[in-house]
RNA sequence: GCCCCCUUCGUCUAGUGGCCCAGGACGCUGGAUUCUCAGUCCAGAAACAGGGGUUCGACUCCCCUAGGGGGUACCA
């Protein structure tokens, strides 16, 4: 009956990071894959540290993929207030709690003698630092203390026994007594560690497994003794692998200052840089799913249902993996072809919306387009790699005629070359295109193929030169679809203005 | 420094003592298709970190070395 809960407990610093969207899904497809409850818990006890609107944009960012929580801001529950920075009391009453019980104490060192501790430990090749004093400072030396203005903290009182996490992922991982220091559970600010905090909530929520990144597996020593000295259960724990940068490097914020000082694009980070980018939800969860687990067969393509089926703790991998981006953008242009045309649409007009958001001309242009003309774009550019690509290649239909801007390269290779080929060519076909009976793409493609055969062409003969007077570059989707998309009036308004230039 | 974790193609991985002269995918190389870009199709190269054991037999078990990573805060 004791049904599973899991939970994720981003502190709100920013957007939600892509490492942390795997840790997401990995415990979202735990909980319901085993019918439990997946929830949410803002961890906001560090003041200093919160980025104004970081809550809403997680929010909005673990909806975009889907990660819908069942218990946690904005949809409540039980287990509630689930934002630390409203639990201050509950927490308060756990320290008295050990206080009283003599499993923490007071401790008044400043900054200086705990770094002369950890120097001298170092020194001497100890790994816990801080020593306990002897005799502990009283309850009322403490308060007093405090009373006085003091910086004063409470520390565990570590007990000296081995300590063994039992990881789902890793197997038994034991802890020397002595390895874990007496280290702080409430800050001189008043306000709880994560250590104590995250044991508190753990244990109110009623979490019974923590599927957590690998850089906490040595804090799980921490939360256990916690645990004993208040008496509460221990969660199943399950550590994961860490998720690097190609070069070995951390996947961090910092990489996009660093590539946009060096004039480079900046890489995609957060969650949300992904959905900027033109990213499919599906195609980012189907793709950090796969770093770190693996169903155990030749499958690749998952969406979230068929993932929860297959999804299980024990084919989880113990090994660091690197986030190759060229891996992932051949998952979204295989899930670009997957997912149904609704679905598609639904996702490129959040693409433009995103998008309008990032000063982008031609988004605002294109998401005020009917549903029936976007579906129509969708459909001449099949084969795009990410949403971006859509722009870039068919955005141009939607810019006013006399805003196209001819490349000059584009004019001079398709157009001027050969004696002005490409322009005689327009002139030869402006007349045929303007008499044309019927404005669609099988009629315009016939006409072309006409044009070539008579004049013993290749295709790219005639093809070209218009797809640069009509778009101003060698790129677009197929011509026909082009210009009968683009409409007859603008396409021939934008001949006439390309053989201007001649 | 100390503690802990990890180690199969460039990358993500399959492999739980013989089915493996190691399979899949991305990328790469070559070819095909095409009006550009993208896509699609076919073929190919590409790995068990090193050294000791254990065993009739090790990618698989043990030890050591090397390498990578995490932690070592009044951050989470």
Redesign the pocket.
């Known amino acids: 009956m004791n049904s599973m809960r899991v939970r994720f ?3 709100p610093t920013g957007y939600l990071h892509i490492g942390s969207a795997r840790t997401v899904l990995f415990n979202w497809l735990l909980a319901r894959k085993h019918g439990g409850r997946f929830i949410l818990r803002i ?1 906001d ?2 003041r200093s ?1 919160h980025v104004e609107d970081s809550v809403q944009k997680i929010l909005d960012d673990l909806r975009w993929l889907g990660m819908q929580w069942d218990e946690g801001p904005e949809v409540g529950g039980n287990c509630g207030p689930y934002f ?1 920075s409203q639990r201050l009391d509950i927490y308060n009453r756990y320290v008295d709690q050990l206080l009283h019980s003599g499993h923490a104490y007071y401790a008044f ?3 200086e003698e ?1 770094e002369a501790m ?1 120097a001298r ?2 020194a001497e ?6 020593i306990r004093p002897d005799p502990l400072p009283t309850i009322e030396q403490g308060q007093a203390a405090r009373a006085a203005g003091m ?3 409470v520390r565990l009182a570590t007990p000296a026994l081995d300590i063994t996490v039992e990881d789902d992922i ?2 038994a ?4 007594a002595g ?1 874990v220091e007496d ?2 559970i409430q ?3 008043g ?1 709880p ?3 104590f ?2 044991v508190v909530d753990d244990e109110l929520m009623n979490i019974t497994h923590v599927l957590r990144g ?6 799980t020593p921490k939360h256990m003794a916690l645990q004993r000295a208040l008496g509460f259960s221990t969660p199943r724990y399950a550590h994961l ?2 998720i ?1 940068n ?1 070069d ?3 996947m961090s914020k910092r990489d996009k200052e660093k590539a946009l000082k060096k004039g480079e694009p900046p890489p995609e980070i957060d969650v949300h840089d992904f959905r900027v980018a033109g990213y499919l939800p599906e195609a980012v969860l189907n793709f950090i799913a ?5 169903p ?3 499958r ?1 393509f998952f969406d979230l249902g068929e993932m929860t089926q297959a999804f299980s703790i024990g ?1 989880v ?6 986030f ?1 981006r ?2 992932l ?2 998952f979204n ?2 899930w670009a ?1 997957r997912v149904a045309s609704d679905r598609l649409l639904a996702a490129f007009k959040d693409y433009l919306a995103v998008n309008v958001a990032n000063q982008s001309t031609i988004a605002p242009i294109m998401l005020a387009q009917p549903d029936s003309i976007l579906r129509e774009v969708l459909r001449i550019c ?4 990410t949403l971006a ?1 859509i722009v870039t ?1 068919a955005g141009f239909i939607f810019l006013p005629d006399e805003s196209i801007e001819y490349a000059p390269e584009a004019v001079k290779k398709v157009l001027a070359k050969n004696d002005n080929a490409g322009f005689k060519m327009l002139e030869d076909l402006l007349p045929k295109l303007e008499a044309l009976p019927e404005w669609s793409a099988a009629p315009i ?1 016939a006409l072309l193929a006409t044009v070539c055969e008579e004049k013993q062409l ?3 003969a005639v ?2 030169p218009l ?1 640069v007077a009509v778009s101003g570059t ?8 082009t210009l009968a998309l683009l409409g007859r009036e603008p396409s021939v308004i934008r001949i006439r203005q390309s053989l201007r230039l001649r």
């Open positions: 407990a981003p502190s961890e006890t560090d540290r630390q060192e400043t900054p705990l950890r430990a170092k090749g100890r790994t816990a630092a801080y910086a004063v903290v890793l197997g991982v034991t802890l020397a390895q280290f702080v800050k001189s600010d306000w560690t994560y250590h905090a995250c690998q850089e906490h597996l040595m804090n692998p860490v690097f190609m070995g490097s951390k796969l770093l770190g687990w693996s155990g067969d030749d690749e084919r991998g113990k090994t660091n993996a690197k190759d060229e891996k953008l051949s242009t295989t072809t099949a084969g795009f790699r690509d290649k493609d290749r295709m790219g093809a070209q797809r060698t790129i677009s989707p197929a011509i026909g679809e």
